[in-house]
């Protein structure tokens, strides 16, 4: 049997934020702005330090400008959202990311729902989740808008194909819904509760799997010829090392599906160029220009 083909998202990632500092600078020679980005990170967390580094470089590498906020683990609440209404009012900024997770004695939503919705770029925002919910066109979470992006450029129309999500999180399940709704799929969500899951599954033209649970999706639970998107990033030990793996058994998943985004390199890799994306949607939407056509 043929092997499923590697959605690659590091090169997906790659042409996207190529495509982004194309529009940047045509953002700047036609319209006189430059889109900027502003990243809070609270505390010392060395996942988050990692990605908020990732971020800043990408941001910089766009061309875009760049804020990189460093708080203390002990910052209180108050003055969190102190920062963050200083940079719903700087006309500098047009997108605000909150690095979590936040320490235990902030609160995450409050925190969340006082971002300006115009400059939310991670789509998190309860009227962004609620406009997308309503189909009129707020600024969406990354990860998911990454995957509905992969699934496109493979499989083009998505019209009419069954989707399966496992997991149901407000990050990436509940978000994924309404993406793969809009674009026509008939769609079921799932989760590690659902009787019979791999029956589920199995009926799945596009399987998201998003639950967070080390290869839970095993191979005989795919459609053969689905195509496969695996959201999750767990760290396992194995043979006294760590490695990084999906939601997805990878290997036996191989042999079953018409394709599917390995980890890591699959999915990863295309959240923080849609946060790029997201800022630049949002940059235009504020100043009321057209996004720019590039080619």
């Known amino acids: 049997m043929t092997e499923a083909a590697i959605i690659d998202g590091k090169a997906f990632a790659a042409e996207l934020r190529s495509r982004i500092g194309r529009e940047v600078e045509a953002l700047k020679s036609q319209s006189g702005f430059v889109p ?14 990692v990605y908020v580094r990732n971020k800043a470089r990408s941001t910089v590498e766009a061309g ?3 804020q990189e906020i460093r708080m203390s683990a002990s910052a209180s609440q108050d003055e969190v959202l102190a920062q963050v209404a200083a ?5 500098a900024v047009d997108g605000i990311l909150v690095q979590l997770p936040l320490p235990d004695q902030i609160d995450t939503a409050a925190v969340l729902d006082t971002i300006d919705p115009a400059k939310d770029v991670d789509g998190f925002h309860i009227q962004n989740v609620g406009r997308l919910s309503a189909g009129l066109g707020g600024l969406v979470p990354c990860t998911p808008l990454g995957c509905v992006m992969m699934l496109k450029h493979r499989l083009g129309d998505l019209s009419g194909l069954e989707a399966v999500i496992v997991g149901r999180s407000n990050i990436v399940g509940k ?3 309404q993406l793969l709704l809009a674009e026509n799929c008939t769609v079921t969500v799932a989760h590690s509760r659902t ?6 599954c199995r009926r799945a033209d596009i399987l998201i799997a998003a639950v967070g649970r080390p290869e839970m999706v095993r191979g005989d639970w795919i459609k053969p010829g689905a195509t496969v998107i695996d959201v999750g ?4 030990e194995q043979d006294g090392k760590t490695r990084l793996v ?4 990878f290997d036996e998943a191989l042999g079953v599906a018409g394709a599917i985004t390995p980890v890591p390199g699959g999915v990863g890799p295309m959240t923080i160029a849609c946060l790029l994306h997201n800022t630049v949607t949002a940059a235009c939407r504020r100043r009321g220009v057209d996004r720019p056509v590039v080619g």
């Open 36 to 49: 900027g980005l502003a990243v809070v990170l609270v505390g010392e967390d060395p996942a988050s330090q």
């Open 233 to 236: 990033i767990n760290r396992i």
């Open 246 to 249: 999906g939601d997805v058994a």
């Open 175 to 177: 978000p994924m819904v």
């Open 195 to 200: 009787r019979d899951l791999s029956d589920v």
């Open 64 to 66: 875009m400008n760049g």
């Open 87 to 91: 940079l719903n009012a700087d006309d």
